[in-house]
């Protein structure tokens, strides 16, 4: 038996060609160091794209100079497609929205397709390889499509996502034109990761907002399928760092700069030139801090390495334009012969210099806006002495700062709080700095990329994935396969059509009552009742299913199952054995008091249920009311004989009898050789479906998670399907649009 791989996939693999000798390198990214320094037993597949298919090529065949184990699977995009993938999406799109810059975010429906696009063949190739119980992690938001796809084709697999950057807020999330399409992929995931707590819980809240999903701290249960969520938050390769930064080589370099750069006090940025930085708003607290305490001028230097990308996109070349106008003016306003305030460098620097840099500074300034971690910060801690330590200045919006305690932390839009940091930074006794530097490096050795990498890895594979029921494609384009479907069911010596009401068979209303049966309606439905063995199930009360089904040959099934009645027959069949009265007064009180404070909420009050209604409510606020309602009832009534239930636009308290399950599972018990078909949409249809299982065929009826194995987009195609199942259809099987679960969990 073929043992379990693994699979990660990034946007670009992080090794390269040396141009001169041939030779693979490998990057000096984290993830790298991360991923490599996991302890792998098995063969393990890395995936990204490649534009040069040359490289491509030569990439495959070197890797294992890299790790005799590794298999790197370079994916060809065309040069348009990745840019517009790329640049286009990922970068004018998902990169200023989940950072908060809206002024940035360029939406193109080509990039959209593009990014689509490119998802799609990522997937192609990822499944080529993955075998079910394959493990497959993705990175970042260029794959946020991924999930979907891959669980759609194979529900074995087991799928991480790592954000790497910020996840926004609700708010932030939702000015996103495609926002449902990417939600709707990334819950099909088995395990979330983010770097910070507070990301975790944007995401809960906009998929809460936008999907109407549940979540709490750890999990998402979506169905039958179960989403991990946790927080990872990524280090570096602390033993490596901190080696390389001790060695001669490095002191030879750092004792060099500190002749070469003249300060008694050293201020370090190093960022790329990236409007999420905050650079600008750096410049200006140095600024301030030289405005506020005069008598630092002439000691305290600004040194900012600026490392270029995306250099011809306008709105970086307006922020260089903006960067540099702000070093001469700060220069030109502060500077003296032999003190220059800032020194501005516009370029990438070796690693080595970068070590020195770190070594040499008496201050790392981290002036963020939003990051998802920020690794400069913990890299400049880790590069520091005990005997002449170096302090961390940390803006509190880097993700870097759940970790990293021990920073002086500061609002990089306060100039105040800058320059009093940096004050604070030059006057602080060097006792209190090695004490802050000691409580850095507690952390930082205890926690390495390796660890954040097989931390991850080990919550994602422990258990086996959700799986999806998959079931028989009917969908439009397989209209043979429902064609032997109700051959099938009509060829049953018992045949049991089960059908909902509101968002079944008609749409929903905003006033109850205004729901009911064409003419045209009613009598398909008094045709099916002669040939099948069918049932109305709802939630409604007695008189007003009578009304709709009266010349019927259906059985009626009001309140959820409390009471039923045969064609026919004079008297309903009561199916309460509980004592309503315990509960019902108290919760009619409180739904009334709801009702006062929600605008245009009222109440259904039936014999055995009272249901509160928002629907014509203000969304936001009626939504939260009612989750307010539904806690108070559950904590309440919690050893009274009732059911409550947060529904489509209700919330409902039952008695404990009064449940579609419970109906379903006597319908089955008492006809045990019938075939089934039900149908239903809302949260108490769910137990029909569940009581059936895979033996009989259940359909659910618009979005939202769910146990039955088929779905139908309205109420409109399901009355087109109920045509189908008649002896003499009027209509073609290809109208209905009926989808598979496992094609479209949402």
Not at 717 to 740: I, Y
Request: with cysteine.
């Amino acid at each position: 038996m073929t043992k379990a791989k693994r699979i990660f996939v990034s946007n670009r693999l992080p090794f390269n060609i040396n141009s001169k000798t041939g030779a693979i390198q490998r990057g000096s990214g984290g993830l790298v160091s991360a991923l490599l320094g996991v302890h792998l037993d098995e063969p393990f597949f890395w995936m990204g794209f490649e534009p040069d298919k040359k490289i491509a090529e030569q990439l495959i065949a070197k890797a294992g100079d890299v790790n005799k184990k590794l298999h790197l699977r370079p994916v060809v995009l065309e040069k348009d497609l990745y840019n517009n993938f790329y640049d286009g999406f990922c970068n004018d799109v998902l990169w200023p929205l989940f950072h908060y810059e809206g002024s940035h975010v360029y939406f193109r429906r080509k990039d959209w397709q593009a990014y689509t696009e490119a998802n799609r063949i990522m997937a192609e190739k990822i499944l080529e390889v993955a075998n079910p119980g394959d493990t497959v992690w993705l990175h970042d938001f260029h794959f946020m499509l991924l999930p979907a796809i891959l669980k759609d084709a194979n529900p074995q697999l087991k799928v991480g996502f790592f954000l790497h950057t910020p996840f926004p807020s609700a708010e932030i999330f939702r000015q996103l034109p495609v926002r449902e399409e990417i939600l709707k992929s990334m819950i099909r995931c088995d395990l979330i990761g983010f770097h910070e707590h507070s990301y975790l819980r944007h995401f809960s809240v906009t998929i809460k907002a936008l999907l109407g999903v549940d979540s709490g701290v750890f999990k998402a249960e979506i169905g039958s399928h179960t989403l991990k969520l946790g927080v990872y938050p990524i280090s570096i390769d602390i033993d490596d760092m901190r080696e390389k930064a001790r060695s001669p080589k490095i002191a030879e370099l750092t004792e060099r700069f500190r002749k070469k750069i003249k300060s008694n006090f050293l201020i370090l940025g190093v960022d790329r030139l990236d409007y999420t930085k905050g650079i600008e708003l750096k410049l200006r607290g140095f600024s301030r801090l030289l405005e506020k305490y005069p008598d630092l001028r002439g000691k305290v230097n600004l040194l900012q390495v600026a490392i270029p990308t995306r250099i011809n996109v306008p709105s970086y070349m307006k922020l260089r334009q903006e960067v540099e106008q702000l070093v001469g003016s700060i220069n030109g306003e502060y500077g003296q012969p032999g003190y220059v305030p800032v020194q501005y460098m516009f370029r990438s620097v070796s690693e080595n210099d970068l070590l020195a840099l770190y070594r040499r500074a008496e201050c790392m300034l981290i002036t963020s806006k939003r990051d998802g971690m920020n690794l400069v910060a913990m890299e400049y801690a880790v590069c520091q002495s005990h005997e002449t330590p170096g302090l961390l200045a940390l803006s509190e919006f880097a993700g870097a700062a759940s970790l990293l305690a021990q920073s002086l932390f500061i609002n990089p839009w306060d100039e105040d709080s800058i320059a009093n940091a940096l004050y604070r930074a030059f006057t602080m006794p060097v006792e209190e700095k090695q004490h802050r530097l000691q409580g850095l490096n507690n952390i930082l050795s205890k926690y390495s990329a390796t660890q954040w990498a097989e931390s991850f890895l080990t919550d994602l594979e422990r258990g086996s994935p959700s799986t999806v029921r998959r079931g028989v494609d009917i969908s439009p384009d397989h209209p043979e396969t429902l064609r032997e479907m109700i051959e099938k069911f009509r060829s049953a010596s018992r045949k049991i059509l089960i059908l909902d009401y509101d968002g079944t068979l008609v749409a929903i209303q905003d006033q109850p009552l205004s729901a009911v049966l064409s003419d045209e309606n009613k009598k398909l439905i008094k045709e099916l009742g002669r040939e099948y063995q069918t049932y109305i199930i709802s939630g409604r009360p007695r008189d007003f299913l009578e009304s709709q089904f009266s010349d019927t040959e259906c059985t009626l099934v009001t309140e959820h199952g409390a009471y039923s009645k045969k064609a026919g027959d004079s008297e309903w069949q009561s199916h309460l054995t509980s004592d309503i009265r315990s509960w019902f007064p108290e919760v009619k009180r409180a739904m009334e008091e709801y009702s006062k404070r929600v605008p245009l909420s009222f109440l259904e009050v039936k014999s055995a249920s009272i249901v509160w209604h928002y629907r014509q409510s203000p969304p936001a606020f009626a939504e939260y009311q009612a989750k307010k309602l539904d806690d108070e009832l559950q904590v309440g009534l919690a050893n009274q004989p009732v059911t409550v239930t947060l529904g489509h636009q209700i919330v409902e308290a039952r008695a404990v009898e009064c449940n579609k399950g419970n109906f379903v599972r006597s319908l089955l018990k008492e006809f045990p050789d019938c075939s089934v078909i039900c149908i239903g949409d809302d949260v108490t249809d769910e137990d029909m479906f569940k009581q059936l299982g895979s033996k009989h065929v259940s359909i659910k009826v618009g979005p939202g998670q769910t146990n039955a194995q088929y779905r139908v987009k309205d109420h409109s195609e399901v009355l087109t399907l109920l045509e189908l199942l008649k002896s003499q259809p009027t209509l073609e099987v290809r109208n209905p649009d009926v989808r598979q679960i496992a094609a479209e969990s949402f």
